[in-house]
């Protein structure tokens, strides 16, 4: 059998099917029961050092006034 053949045959199959078992996994572990909290949490941690809101810089927004 030839390389090309073999190979053409190998993805129109087992890797197709190890791809698409890949996928499935990601999509239940990201899910999964118990994760909110995860997700959740990483969401938030960019406000986790924020003891008040950034202060306005003017404020009025930039509206033009006829």
């Given at each position: 059998m030839e390389t090309y053949s073999f190979?053409?045959?190998?993805?129109?199959?087992?890797?197709?099917?190890s791809l698409f078992l890949i996928?499935?996994?990601v999509?239940?572990?990201a899910f999964r029961?118990?994760?909110?909290q995860v997700h959740d949490e990483v969401a938030n941690s960019i406000f986790r050092n924020d003891k008040t809101p950034a202060p306005a810089d003017d404020p009025k927004p930039h509206v033009?006034?006829?």
């Amino acid at each position: 059998m030839e390389t090309y053949s073999f190979l053409r045959q190998f993805a129109d199959s087992w890797a197709l099917l190890s791809l698409f078992l890949i996928f499935l996994g990601v999509i239940v572990w990201a899910f999964r029961p118990g994760s909110r909290q995860v997700h959740d949490e990483v969401a938030n941690s960019i406000f986790r050092n924020d003891k008040t809101p950034a202060p306005a810089d003017d404020p009025k927004p930039h509206v033009k006034e006829a």
